[in-house]
């Protein structure tokens, strides 16, 4: 077994847990609230590539655009969908003073609601779309085979932790966030729209999301209504051994679940690996134990996002 | 005292006045069908249940079962069990002869032990879980599928005899009972024929996988490509398990049980080929075969507007069929005699294929099914392959 493809095939889910584990994560840092419904704004993102049929053969919608003109568009439809939520589920509750777990049964709501729409607009069947054939291709450098796709989703997911960071701390509307985050009521007596702030970071959410509907969609071309909960469940479980609150901590702890899970199964003796994910949770388990504030939290962990 | 009798009364007359109007009339014989048509099992009931409806027309035209004409009374049970159990017994009430049950045992078993319970005949029609089959609800209860692990040994013995191919490398999907049975068969079948050391290398998934990455290295490890691989699965786990591995540059043939039928993943896969899997008939863009089978879709076409997306929705009308032709031979709905005559069925030649029955076994275990190969997207029937023969057999 070479070591390298090992690597490399840990990194091909990793990249993608790291994705999701970021856009949960930019949320539980600016409300304290776990999004369980990111995963089913991907799932919208997905679907959105298709014409909203109950037939069993899918025609691209939003999939069959250019190429520009199709990223363009789902990140313009998921990131509509994170806008409604939060102004139609949350804000009301926030607003209210409603506490954390509120939000999370809310956004349990939400998630169910998404799905039923979609079950009852496409039907269970699962269907299927081929986007960005060109990178389903593999490279292979020194005898390592590597997957375009996954090349491109850990740039992508590099790329926008940087962005993200960046915008966060030296834009006007980014410190904006960070003010609402820490302090709702005080933000808003010292001349923040708080609410503005709020929506602003769903919004961004919703940007990370479309960008895993997309890569999830060129990597599996598949699409099913149920595909975004394990995501979110994998994304929250990212940013609680990542750390929470911590963007940086959000993305390595979603790349160690993927690739923690990807080395599982690929050491596993085979009766075992079955009961992979038994020995996944078993060692977030042992990795609470020990770092109960998260593996990659450093000193300034004071701070929200 | 008072008070109770009137209350009881009460509510025996809403008993009578709400069931009145569905129960069976003297000229009619009701059959149920307590399964989904919303909720996530309504891909998989769908297609049946309205199968079911042609072959009661079908019956109708004909000047009905016995006398009576038939009614297929269908409750939409929403993929729940509860409001499975409760459907089935609003049928059982309404006097149905017959339970038409879901294509998925967990799905359908709640309705399978309320019809046992009330001894009236329950058929599921594709659920190939062999617990349908083997009395572990009881003797009422009988599928027209065909037993997972037989349909996977069907599968290798074709590849094994017709194609030739003498190495194998298995994939099993474990999240779902009908994939680890299809790749158990698959392999008693194949190291029957080739020898222990034919299956080069086992290996599992999970259908929400997001990546098979680490499968692909591991078959690639073994630094020579295997004749074939079975990947036991259901979309979507399968399109992506085979958009990765053809993505890796494998390209050696996949084959697959009843779970790789219908089109529409195939765009997940573009170009597909050298696929091959197997069903009961022909899915729609697939020509079929079997005259019987062809006038079927056409009358379903006609009724629906379209043809079953899936290959599996004929076996719904065999549920009618099957119970139609017992109780023909019988001469009587009782269930005890239609149960009988069902247990004869000797490759009884129905819509579905070749029906076999025992007063032990109520699923097929030995019947034809057709092999259909796909080459750049494009399906294409090969025949139906008989176990038995070794061969692809004609009985039309």
Known sequence: MNIVQLLVDAASLGSQYALVALGIGLVFGVMRMINFAHGDLIMIGAYALVVPTAADLAAPLIGAWPFPLLIAGILCVVTLVALATERFAFRALRKRGADGSTLLISSFAVSYLIQSLVLFIHTGRPKSVSIFGALTQQVTIHGVRVGLVDIVTIIVTILLLLGLSLYLRRSRAGIEIRAAAEDFTMARMLGVRADRAIALAFGLSGILAAAVSLLYVAKTGVLDFRMGVPLAIAGFVGTVIGGMGSLPGAVLGGFSLGAASMLLQALLPAELRPARDAFVYGLVIVVLLFRPQGLFVTGNAGERI | ?396
């Open chain 2, 1 to 396: 005292m008072r008070s109770l009798n009137l209350h009881s009364m009460l509510l025996g007359i809403a008993g009578i006045v709400l069931a009145s109007p569905t129960l069976a009339a003297d000229d009619e014989v009701l059959i149920g069908a307590p399964t989904s048509f919303s909720g996530w099992m309504a891909a998989f009931d769908t297609s049946p249940t309205r199968a079911a409806e042609i072959a009661v027309d079908d019956i109708n035209a004909k000047g009905g079962l016995l006398g009576k004409k038939v009614r297929l009374v269908h409750i939409d049970t929403k993929t729940d069990p509860a409001e499975t159990s409760k459907a089935a017994q609003a049928l059982v009430r309404q006097g149905a002869k017959m339970i038409m049950t879901a294509c998925d045992f967990d799905s359908g078993a709640p309705a399978a032990l309320v019809a046992q319970a009330a001894s009236v005949i329950a058929i599921s029609s594709c659920g190939a879980d062999m617990k349908y089959g083997n009395m572990t609800i009881g003797n009422d209860v009988f599928t027209m599928a065909t037993d997972a692990e037989a349909t996977g040994r069907t599968i290798a013995d074709w590849g094994a005899k017709k194609k030739g191919w003498k190495t194998a490398y298995v994939l099993t999907d474990t999240f779902i009972e009908y994939d680890k049975s299809l790749c158990r068969g698959f392999l008693s079948r194949w190291k029957e024929l080739n020898g222990d050391q034919s299956i080069v290398l086992e290996d599992s998934f999970k259908n929400a996988d997001v990546s098979v990455a680490s499968q692909i290295s591991r078959y690639k490890d073994l630094g020579k490509p295997a004749d074939a691989m079975i990947i036991c699965s259901v979309p979507p786990g399968l399109a992506s398990a085979i958009r990765q591995f053809r993505s890796a540059g494998v390209e050696i043939p996949i084959l697959e049980g009843t779970g790789g039928d219908g089109s529409a993943w195939h765009s997940a896969v573009p170009g597909l080929s050298n696929f091959y899997y197997l069903n009961y008939s022909a899915d729609a863009g697939v020509t079929e075969p079997r005259p019987d089978a062809e006038a079927f879709f056409k009358a379903y076409e006609k009724k629906y507007n379209e043809r079953p997306g899936s290959g599996q929705g004929i076996t719904g009308y065999s549920v009618v069929q099957a119970w139609a032709k017992a109780v023909e031979r019988a001469g009587s709905f009782d269930t005890d005699k239609v149960r009988g005559e069902m247990e004869k069925f000797t490759d009884e030649p129905l819509l579905a294929g070749l029906t076999t029955f025992t007063p032990k076994l109520h699923t097929n275990v030995n019947r034809p099914m057709l092999i259909i190969s796909v080459m750049d997207s494009k399906p294409v029937p090969l025949g139906y392959y008989d176990i038995r023969k070794g061969d692809f057999v004609t009985w039309w």
